[in-house]
T-cell receptor, first 115, second 116 residues
Framework: AQSVTQLDSHVSVSEGTPVLLRCNYSSSYSPSLFWYVQHPNKGLQLLLKYTSAATLVKGINGFEAEFKKSETSFHLTKPSAHMSDAAEYFCVVSSFTGGGNKLTFGTGTQLKVEL | DAGVIQSPRHEVTEMGQEVTLRCKPISGHNSLFWYRQTMMRGLELLIYFNNNVPIDDSGMPEDRFSAKMPNASFSTLKIQPSEPRDSAVYFC??????????????FGPGTRLTVL
């Protein structure tokens, strides 16, 4: 079964400094991996998706993630944090079942951005 | 593109009442998903449909919950009778399914349900 582990439940950074949100995955085959973001009282928005075309995936709002098979990791990064980045971030893996695809969500990382 | 539409956005009801949540997926999407989000359990998949047919309802908590998708542009999630422990945010999501980028899901804004 596919699963993801988000290694930090909370991350705090200063505005203008780099962001690193860590995610490890477990999959019996080459997975599709996603990062979603949820701002307070909002729905989930797709940040980026990995599908094996390229190991470095660029997403919206300056975020990117690198797929490392040897480390089974898919960490999310951004060079310079902005106050508007404060939100909860979910690492997600897709798995194919008999009739379709299901997403399995990590437990989330709350990102706090301080002045 | 209007995105996934959910109604109502907020629902407050009393224990024992019937609650119906509604979802309109993105036009052309063939798969629809219902999720529940709570602080204690995070995001849980309740049920999903492909081409209006329920594929996996193993996440539905109990018989009080039911979901239907009578056509490609509408789905409901019903709780009858509702209980305080059903209080949560319920999200609907849709994807192209087997028709294309099959596993990217697009989420609605959610319905915040409070059962008193």
């Amino acid at each position: 079964a596919q699963s993801v582990t988000q290694l930090d439940s909370h991350v705090s950074v200063s505005e203008g400094t780099p962001v690193l949100l860590r995610c490890n995955y477990s999959s019996s085959y080459s997975p599709s991996l996603f990062w979603y973001v949820q701002h307070p009282n909002k729905g989930l928005q797709l940040l980026l998706k990995y599908t094996s075309a390229a190991t470095l995936v660029k997403g919206i709002n300056g975020f990117e993630a690198e797929f490392k098979k040897s480390e089974t990791s898919f960490h999310l990064t951004k060079p310079s944090a902005h106050m508007s980045d404060a939100a909860e971030y979910f690492c997600v893996v897709s798995s194919f079942t008999g009739g379709g695809n299901k997403l399995t969500f990590g437990t989330g990382t709350q990102l706090k951005v301080e002045l | 593109d209007a995105g996934v539409i959910q109604s109502p956005r907020h629902e407050v009801t009393e224990m024992g009442q019937e609650v119906t949540l509604r979802c309109k997926p993105i036009s052309g999407h063939n798969s629809l998903f219902w999720y529940r989000q709570t602080m204690m359990r995070g995001l849980e998949l309740l049920i999903y449909f492909n081409n209006n047919v329920p594929i996996d309802d193993s996440g539905m908590p109990e018989d009080r919950f039911s979901a239907k998708m009578p056509n490609a542009s509408f789905s409901t999630l019903k709780i009858q009778p509702s209980e305080p422990r059903d209080s949560a945010v319920y999200f609907c999501a849709s994807s192209l399914g087997l028709a294309g980028d099959f596993d990217t899901q697009y989420f609605g804004p959610g319905t915040r349900l409070t059962v008193l």
